[in-house]
Nanobody, 126 residues
């Protein structure tokens, strides 16, 4: 079992910055993939960025150059630094983890993640 708690969301204006954090607890040593996803109520979730056990990072095209995912191995934390925010970045952002040892050969952003946090709202106004 892995428990995830997000923090750091809020409201900013266009061009602003936010830093999301996710604290993981439980069987964190089993985590194979850790990432950020976002969702509007009633719509599907989309991957923002993921980092695997080996530190390999994958970004969604909209996140490249603006968002930075990082992992703090000293503590079980995951961060998402978001710069140059736009109104279209307004979503609920979720931290997710997967512990399956089965190798995933597809797009890392499409990998099923079994554990999810409650989410943190990001609102960007124009």
């Amino acid at each position: 079992q892995v428990r995830l708690v997000e923090s750091g969301g809020g409201s900013v204006q266009t061009g602003g910055t936010l830093r999301l954090s996710c604290e993981a607890s439980g069987d964190t040593y089993r985590i194979q993939s850790l990432g950020w996803f976002r969702q509007v109520p009633g719509m599907g979730r989309e991957g923002v960025a993921v980092i695997d056990r080996d530190g390999v990072i994958t970004y969604a095209p909209f996140a490249k150059g603006r968002f930075t995912i990082s992992r703090d191995n000293a503590k079980p934390f995951l961060h998402l630094q978001m710069n140059s925010l736009k109104p279209e970045d307004t979503f609920m952002y979720y931290c997710a983890a997967d512990i399956s040892p089965v190798k995933w050969d597809g797009d890392p952003l499409q990998r099923p993640h079994a554990y999810w946090g409650q989410g943190t709202q990001v609102t960007v106004s124009s």
